[in-house]
């Protein structure tokens, strides 16, 4: 990114974004930085309260579903951090809670040699850091879905789960944006295209 200016908001003919601290960013491929519709209505996008809190909802699904691949109990760091994500969606606490506790988590996951057991704790930094910037679900999801594999058993299995869930709790148009983020996401990831 290149640092640039303030001028307005948005300049869609120079492809730059004001940030949270008033710092207008150029991506490198001069693409907007996030989709919109990810884009807390009270930050200029489209994502309304409600819909953030249930993607929050079904970023922690997602996370906790693949618990069981950590392999032993949860340390406090992890915890704490799942606990706000779940205040959070309740609107029982702040953003930068939820920020703090993604940053620990992401910390955390640098001290992890087992990789299903990263992935596993990358997916609750990437679910809880859902608050902050709703886009964030689908690193829970994508990250999950790597602890699947990374274990031996089928993505798409877990995909598919995952799709179920995200369906029975959000609108059409977000299910869809989800669904078409992770497809465009998922081979940075090391997971398998679909098919």
């Not at 703090?100 to 001290?111: E, G, Y």
Request: aromatic share 6%; hydrophobic share 35%.
């Amino acid at each position: 990114m290149e640092i640039v200016s303030f001028i307005d908001n948005q300049d869609e003919e120079n492809h730059v974004q004001r940030s949270g601290t008033g710092i207008l960013c150029k991506h490198s491929t001069g693409k907007p930085l996030r989709d919109k519709r990810f884009v807390a209505i009270h930050r200029g996008g489209n994502l309304s309260p409600e819909n953030h809190r249930k993607l929050m909802k079904w970023a922690i699904t997602c996370f906790e579903h693949v618990l069981p691949y950590y392999g032993r109990e949860p340390e406090p760091v992890l915890n704490e951090a799942i606990h706000y994500a779940r205040e959070w969606s309740r609107g029982a606490c702040l953003t930068g809670d939820l920020i703090v506790a993604s940053r620990n988590v992401h910390r955390f996951a640098k001290t992890i040699t087992d990789p299903v057991a990263s992935a596993v704790v990358r997916s609750i930094g990437q679910g809880v850091a859902t608050g902050h910037m709703a886009d964030h679900c689908v690193g829970a999801a994508l990250y999950a879905q790597k602890a699947v594999l990374l274990a031996g058993n089928q993505v798409q299995d877990e995909k598919a789960w995952q799709i179920s869930k995200l369906c029975s709790e959000l609108p059409e148009d977000i299910t869809i944006l989800v669904i078409q983020t992770m497809q465009v996401k998922r081979k940075g990831l090391g997971l398998p295209d679909d098919t």
